[in-house]
Structure formats: C-alpha cells, structure tokens
C-alpha cells in the first residue's frame, strides 16, 4: 500500500438544502461522495447524528477509518478559530453550535470547520481560478447569502474574531429590506438570488408592463430566459442587481487592491445579463488608480466539487488526532 493511499481526509459541506460529503486524497481528487438533506434536521443534535453515522459508513465502505486523517466541514458562519457555527442567519440552528468538537468527539478523528466563504476562497487558491495569484477576493453569490474571503500577500485575513469577510451583511440601502441577521438593507437582501427575484417581483407590483413573468413561477432560470428574450422587467431586474453589486465589489476592491475578484455559486452563472452591467457598474465606481486592473472572473470549478474540496483542504489545517491511534 502506498503512502499517498493512507492521506486522506474527508469534507463536509454543510448547505441550507443538502449536505454533502466526499473522501479527497492529498492530490485533490474526489474518491467518493455522497449527501443527505439538511433541511430534513432541524435540531442541531439530529443533524450530528446523522451526519456522524453517514460519515461511519461512508468510510467503512471507502476503505475504514484507518485510512482518513481528518474532518474538514464547510458552513455558513462558521468560525475556524472557535470551532463553531455562530449565530447564522439562514441555518435552522441557532445561536453558538460547537460542531467541531461534537464531531470529533463522535467520530474519535481530528476535526476543523471554516466559513464557507473562506473555505471556497481556499480551494480557489490550491485547485482553482486563484492558483498563482497572492491578492485576490472569492465572493460567493448564493441563493440567500453572499460571503466573501480575501487573500493579501497569499495569506487569508480571518479577522480578529473570525468573521471577515461577511460582505453580504454591508448595508446598502438604508432601512432596506430585512434581513436574517436582523438588520436592514444588507447587500444579500438586493444582490444574492432571492434578493434578484423580489427586485423582480417589485418591478412587476410596480408596472403594468407586460411581462412573460406574469403568471409564471418565479425563479432565477425563468427570469433568465425572459431577460435574454428581451423582456423589458426581467432585464430591468438583472440591471438593478448587477448595480447594487457592482457598486459593492468596486469598494471591496477600492480597499483590497485585488489582482481579481472571483464568483461562485448561483447568481455568477447567469451570464451576460447580470455579468455584462455589473462589469460596467464595477468599472464606474472602482477607484480610478485599479479601473480597468482587476478581474472579474467566474470560478472554473463547479460548485458542488469546490465546497467539498474546500472542506477538505482545510483539514489538513487541523492537528492530526485519533482515538483509534
């Protein structure tokens, strides 16, 4: 048996609907995955126990516990420093959850959980569109959150507590829409794809313009097509949102200085309705010494392998630890 055959971990990538799971070697390649749904524990000690007795057998049929090294479990607030998801917003779970250290104790394996948002920005940066570059922001644009991590000098900026990068929860409208943090006009309520649809949604309150979303079903894949027929409303929409974006990312980048910004998730793979106008909102606010100097790329990887991969990557990062050992 090889020595690379024994380095192993496991990532974990908790979302709002599933929560998937993969076995990666030291070379970043996916053995095996699998998922369950997140939504179906609402309790956060049902959700360990599920997740523990998926991940047992899981290994028992990948090989055994022998052969992993550690955990790495992705989450939306998610702290690496305290080993907990806090107080997240979009979660069934509430206040500090110590998932780390339940998941260790249950599985007797070393265990670290990240930020999603910074764990995206590290698989970019070992697997990704970030390879080779030292500054450099990863902006995830999902269906209800939008989370951010960057890189300056090839190093990440965590923050003194653990929590930079919380760039959905920047307020953008005062006393706008609320949202799950408990605050009003944050930037995810207008620039994530929920908060693109209710703009959608007002538009179409607003006007008596005809529209193909009358009488529709409203999601971001129907709002696409009309505005790529030429629908006046569902262009107007993208249009608005790539705005609220735009003018964000340039004050992102204003302070950063990055050599790119990267997009993941939902709202980067709409194309050129949403990316063409948030390129020419971007450009328009941007300090004039970067305009026309940073990238605004969309990540080469799919979603579904860069959470895992993150997950994954970011168990190397914690000290190795067995009780079976």
């Known amino acids: 048996m090889s020595e690379d055959f024994l380095k192993r971990t496991i990532g974990v990538d908790v979302g709002l609907d599933w929560t998937n799971y993969a076995l990666v070697d030291i070379r970043g390649t996916i053995l095996a995955r699998d998922r369950f749904k997140t939504f179906e524990c609402p309790e956060m000690e049902l959700f360990v126990s599920t997740l523990c007795e998926h991940l047992i057998t899981f290994m028992e049929n990948n090989g055994g516990y022998e052969l992993v090294r550690s955990v790495g479990i992705s989450a939306p607030n998610a702290n690496f420093k305290t080993g907990a998801i806090e107080y ?66 090839g190093v990440p900026h965590i923050g003194a507590e653990g929590f930079a990068g919380e760039f959905g929860h920047t307020c953008v409208v005062e006393n706008g829409r609320e949202c799950g943090c408990g605050k009003k006009g944050c930037l995810e309520t207008y620039g994530s794809e929920y908060g693109c649809l209710m703009t959608a949604k007002e538009l179409l309150e607003q006007s008596d313009e005809p529209s193909a979303l009358r009488g529709s079903t409203l999601t971001l894949d129907v709002l696409k097509t009309c505005a790529e027929q030429g629908d006046a409303i569902a262009k107007e929409a993208f249009r608005k949102t790539a705005e609220v974006l735009g003018i964000a990312l340039a004050n992102y980048a204003t302070v950063v200085d990055p050599e790119a910004i990267i997009l993941t998730e939902s709202m980067s793979h709409v194309g050129d309705v949403l990316m063409e106008p948030l390129k020419e909102a971007f450009e ?34 914690v000290k190795e630890y067995s009780l079976f050992t």
């Open 88 to 153: 997240a917003p979009n979660l069934p779970w509430k206040g500090e959850v110590p998932l780390a250290a339940m998941v260790r104790d249950r599985l007797g394996l070393a265990c670290a959980i990240g930020n999603d948002a910074h764990t995206m920005a590290l698989c970019e940066k070992v697997y990704g569109s970030a390879r080779g570059l030292k500054d450099f922001i990863v902006v995830s644009i999902g269906k209800k959150g939008i989370g951010s991590c960057f890189y300056s000098q």
């Open 284 to 317: 328009r606010y941007v300090f004039h010494n970067i305009k026309n100097k940073v990238k605004i790329e969309v990540s080469v990887l799919s979603d579904e392998e860069r959470d895992v991969l993150g997950a994954s990557a970011l168990a190397w990062d």
